[in-house]
């Protein structure tokens, strides 16, 4: 079988390639060029794409570089950024996924003859009646099923996930063993075209959107003190609000853009027993009844269903989603679909 596998210069798709390969797949490397501006985390500098070759030759692998930055930029940056001009709190290595990874990189794929598109993602896909799903992988403190679950059947068809039945620590003996020089190579953990020396996600929003100064106000409308940049903030949340000391602490309820006012209350003022939701999308087929249901890469999963009217209850009152989140739907360890938080 013919593999494309996507090498981004880390520990785990380096596996991931090393793996197929010693399956006796014809694999070939590629690592995608997707963000030229100033970046000091995630997978987009110009060491990581050295990584991914040096991996490659070492594992005697084709590599190639697809420069997909005009994509990226279109369906990735320009959106996260609009959606923080509404208000909304996106997750951009999803849209990357949805737009990029698992559409743009599979098609670019077939055009050229491979059969499959491999990733390292921590995650697993199993044959389920006429189609696939994707399951949690092993390792439950760095599975990636959650940005996985915009996932159709025609892509889970042309998908391989090698390591998801691997423990990170298994993946990181795997890569030792092999003397891949990324055995030990932290992981990435954020946005990769946000630079934390160039002021993180407010320094990126300001150079893009300008400083929209807001009111803080209480529950009751009182003013309380003010944010230099409204567009980054999010439901949820309690540091960086510039307002004097209070009895108990304070977090972010309620973000009106247009009227410059950010609402704040007590932490119990964040629960509600419903979420609201949109862009509803299920794996296989719409499910009744009782789901877990995680709601941030790395939460804990809270039981819900979906009722008629597309709206998430909790069986307990939770704590509110920032727009624009993720919410996903599982059966155990088995993505069935997911959502927007509205």
């Given amino acids: 079988m013919r593999v494309l596998a996507a090498m981004s210069g880390g520990v785990d798709s380096s596996v991931a390639a090393a793996m197929l390969a010693e399956q006796g797949h014809e694999v070939v490397g590629v690592t995608l060029k997707l963000w030229g501006g100033e970046s000091d985390t995630g997978c987009c500098s110009v060491s990581d794409v050295e990584d ?30 609009n959606d923080h001009a509404l208000g909304l709190t996106p ?8 737009h990029i990874k698992f559409d743009k990189l599979m098609v670019r794929a077939e055009a050229l003859g491979f059969d499959v598109v491999a990733t390292g993602h921590h995650a697993r896909l199993e044959a389920a009646g006429t189609g696939f799903r994707v399951r949690r992988g092993v390792d439950e403190a760095k599975d990636q099923s959650y940005v996985l679950y915009m996932l159709g059947q025609e892509q889970m068809a042309r998908l391989l996930l090698p390591i998801g039945d691997l423990t990170k620590a298994e993946v990181r003996e795997r890569a030792s063993k092999l003397g891949l020089r990324n055995s030990a190579k932290p992981d990435s953990q954020d946005v990769c075209f946000i630079a934390n020396r160039a002021g993180g996600r407010q320094g990126f929003l300001s150079r893009r959107l300008g400083q929209s100064p807001a009111t803080v106000v209480d529950a009751d409308g009182t003013e309380l003190g003010t944010v230099e940049a409204v567009q980054a903030v999010t439901i949820g949340q309690r540091r960086g609000l510039n307002f004097g000391g209070t009895d108990e602490p304070r977090y972010v ?17 964040l629960y509600a027993p419903t979420q609201n939701v949109i862009d509803i999308q299920w794996t296989d087929g719409e499910v009744d009844g009782p789901l877990d249901i995680q709601v941030s890469a790395h939460g804990a999963p809270v039981v819900g269903v979906v009722d008629q009217s597309g709206r998430v209850v909790w069986a307990e009152p939770q704590r509110r989603v920032a727009p624009g989140q993720a919410v996903v739907f599982y059966q155990g360890d088995l993505v069935v679909g997911g959502a927007v938080a509205a």
């Fill in 52 to 81: 991914a070759r040096r991996v490659a030759d070492l594992l005697g692998l084709q590599h190639h570089v697809f420069n997909f930055g005009d994509a990226f930029d279109s369906r990735v940056v320009a959106p996260y950024v």
């Fill in 91 to 98: 997750n951009p290595c999803i849209e990357c996924n949805r």
């Fill in 253 to 269: 309820t309620d973000v009106d853009i247009p009227a410059g006012r950010v609402t704040v209350g007590r932490r119990e003022d």
